[in-house]
C-alpha cells in the first residue's frame, strides 16, 4: 500500500445514459468523510465496511437532490483498497450530473480514464494483467471472451509467467555473482541446468504466443471475407445471415446489446465480415475474385466463404479460383449457390468434393450446415480444455520478445561466450516477462494501458 495521502476521485460507474438505478463511486482517503457531510440518514463515519445505508443527499441549500443507497467499503477492503463509496441514485443524467457537480464543490475531482482499476493495480489488488483483464471482462459479448477474460483475471496467466520469472531470476543472480568473483574461474550457475530451464521456459512461452491466434480469435471476432464473382450472390447470402442475427439479438427482451453490423455471433464465436460495404457498393461489382485489389482483400480475412454460381459459371472458372484461393493460403469454405437453378453437370461436377456445401441464398436453404462449417473450420475445441489463452496484443508482444531473448540464451550457451553476455540476455528476458504483470513498470507504461479503459472503471 502506499503511504501518500489518496486525493478523492470520483466517476458514474454504470453506463451513461438514463436507467432505473445509476452508481457514483468515489474512492480516496476522505470518501466517506466527503459523503457523510451531505447525507442525511445515518453517520457513516461510524458505520462497518459492506454496508449500505438509505439517505438523501443534500445541497448547500439544503434542498434534496435524491434520496440514495450509500454503500460503504472502507479501506483496505475495496477494489481500490482505498476508502470508497458507492452512491446508488436514480439512473437520471441530470440527478447524476448535479450530485457530481455537488462533490466537485467539496473537494473531490473527476475521475482519468481508468483510475480506479490504475490505484486497485498500485495499491497491490492485482497484477497489471489482471486489472488489463478487468477491461476486458467489461467488454466481453461472447461465452468464449468472458471465459478468456475471467480466466486472466483470475489470475491463471500471471501465475504461471510469475513462476517462470522467479526461476529465471535465480540463474541471472547465480551468474551475476561468478562476474563479482572478476578473473576467479568460479561457476555457480550450473550450465547444463540453464539450457534445462531455458528450454522449460521456451516451450511454455511458445505455447502462449501460439494460443495468441485463437485468443485473437475470441476477443476481437474471425474476420470473414464472402468472395465470388459478381452476381454469385454474396450480398444477398450476407444478409440472409445478417438479418437472422438481427432478429435473434432483438428477441433477447432486456438486453442492452445494440446489433452490430455485419457481425454474427455462432455458438459463441463471433464471425465480423469485412469489406461488405463493397458487396453493397454496385460499381464495386464489376470485380472478378482474381483481380489484385479483391486479393488484397481476401488477406486481411482469416477465413474466406467462396461462392460460386452453380445457375452461370462454368467448371473451368470455379476450378481456376479454387485453384487461386489454394495459393492463397487462408483456410476457405466452397459454396456453390443457386442450388434452386443449378446447371446440372456443374452441379453433379462439383458434389464429387464432399467439402462443398450447396445452398441457394434467396430461399434460406442450406444456411445451417454453412454455419456449422464456419464454427467448425474456427475449431474452440482447444479452448475448451482450459488451457490459458493470450487475448492481449501487447502480452503476445512482451512474449515473443522473451521468446528471442531466450533464444539468444540458449545460442550463448552453445557457443560458451562468456558470464556477462548471457546475464544480459537473461535481463532482457526477465524485463519482457516482468512488464506482463507489472514487476516491471513505467510511467508510459501504466498511462497508455489505463487511458484505454473508460472513465469510470
Ligand atoms: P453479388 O453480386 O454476389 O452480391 O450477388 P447478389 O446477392 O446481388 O445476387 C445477384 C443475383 O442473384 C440477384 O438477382 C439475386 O436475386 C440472385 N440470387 C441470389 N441468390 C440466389 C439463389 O439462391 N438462387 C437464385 N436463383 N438466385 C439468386
Not at 195 to 204: D, G, R
Amino acid at each position: 500500500m502506499l503511504d501518500q495521502y489518496k486525493d478523492t476521485i470520483i466517476a458514474l460507474s454504470t453506463a451513461p445514459g438514463v436507467g432505473a438505478i445509476a452508481v457514483i463511486r468515489l474512492s480516496g482517503d476522505d470518501a466517506i468523510k466527503i459523503v457523510n457531510n451531505v447525507f442525511k440518514g445515518k453517520n457513516l463515519l461510524s458505520e462497518k465496511s459492506h454496508t449500505a445505508h438509505f439517505g438523501t443527499i443534500r445541497n448547500d441549500d439544503n434542498e434534496i437532490i435524491d434520496e440514495v443507497v450509500a454503500t460503504l467499503f472502507v479501506a483496505p477492503n475495496s477494489f481500490t483498497k482505498e476508502n470508497v463509496v458507492e452512491i446508488s441514485c436514480h439512473g437520471s443524467p441530470y440527478i447524476v450530473q448535479r450530485l457530481i457537480k455537488l462533490f466537485l464543490t467539496k473537494g473531490v475531482r473527476l475521475a482519468k480514464a481508468g483510475e480506479f482499476t490504475q490505484r486497485a493495480f498500485l495499491n497491490g489488488q492485482f497484477d497489471l494483467a489482471q486489472a488489463e483483464a478487468v477491461a476486458d471482462l467489461i467488454n466481453a459479448d461472447t461465452e468464449a471472451s468472458h471465459k478468456a477474460a475471467m480466466n486472466q483475471m483470475r489470475g491463471g496467466f500471471s501465475e504461471q509467467i510469475k513462476n517462470l520469472r522467479a526461476e529465471l531470476i535465480h540463474f541471472a543472480s547465480m551468474i551475476e555473482l561468478e562476474l563479482d568473483f572478476g578473473e576467479e574461474d568460479v561457476e555457480f550457475a550450473d550450465r547444463d541446468d540453464l539450457k534445462k530451464l531455458v528450454n522449460q521456459l521456451l516451450s511454455v512461452i511458445t505455447a502462449l504466443v501460439s494460443s495468441f491466434d485463437l485468443g485473437n480469435v475470441i476477443k476481437n471476432g474471425v474476420p470473414t471475407v464472402i468472395a465470388g464473382k459478381p452476381n454469385a450472390g454474396k450480398s444477398t447470402l450476407l444478409n440472409a445471415l445478417l438479418n437472422e442475427e438481427k432478429a435473434i439479438v432483438s428477441d433477447i427482451a432486456g438486453t442492452t446489446r445494440d446489433f452490430i453490423e455485419d457481425e454474427i455471433n455462432l455458438e459463441g464465436v463471433v464471425f465480423r465480415f469485412i469489406d461488405t460495404a463493397g458487396l453493397r457498393d454496385t460499381e464495386d461489382k464489376v470485380e472478378a475474385i482474381g483481380v489484385s485489389r479483391t486479393k488484397e482483400k481476401m488477406k486481411q480475412a482469416s477465413l474466406i466463404i467462396y461462392m460460386f454460381d452453380l445457375k452461370n459459371d462454368t467448371l473451368t472458372e470455379v476450378n481456376r479460383d479454387i485453384n487461386m484461393l489454394e495459393n492463397l493460403g487462408i483456410p476457405f469454405i466452397k459454396v456453390g449457390n443457386k442450388v434452386d437453378e443449378a446447371q446440372k453437370d456443374l452441379y453433379a461436377e462439383m458434389q464429387k468434393d464432399e467439402k462443398t456445401l450447396f445452398i441457394s441464398a434467396i430461399n434460406k436453404d442450406g444456411l445451417e450446415a454453412l454455419k456449422t462449417k464456419l464454427v467448425e473450420t474456427v475449431n474452440l475445441e482447444n479452448f475448451k480444455t482450459g488451457d490459458t489463452v493470450v487475448t492481449n496484443i501487447r502480452h503476445y508482444d512482451n512474449l515473443v520478445q522473451t521468446q528471442n531473448s531466450l533464444n539468444a540464451v540458449l545460442r550463448g550457451l552453445d557457443d560458451n561466450i562468456t558470464g556477462d553476455f548471457l546475464a544480459l540476455d537473461i535481463r532482457h528476458a526477465l524485463r519482457f516477462l516482468g512488464e506482463i504483470t507489472g514487476e516491471i513498470t513505467t510511467d508510459d507504461l501504466l498511462a497508455n494501458i489505463f487511458s484505454k479503459f473508460c472513465i469510470g472503471k
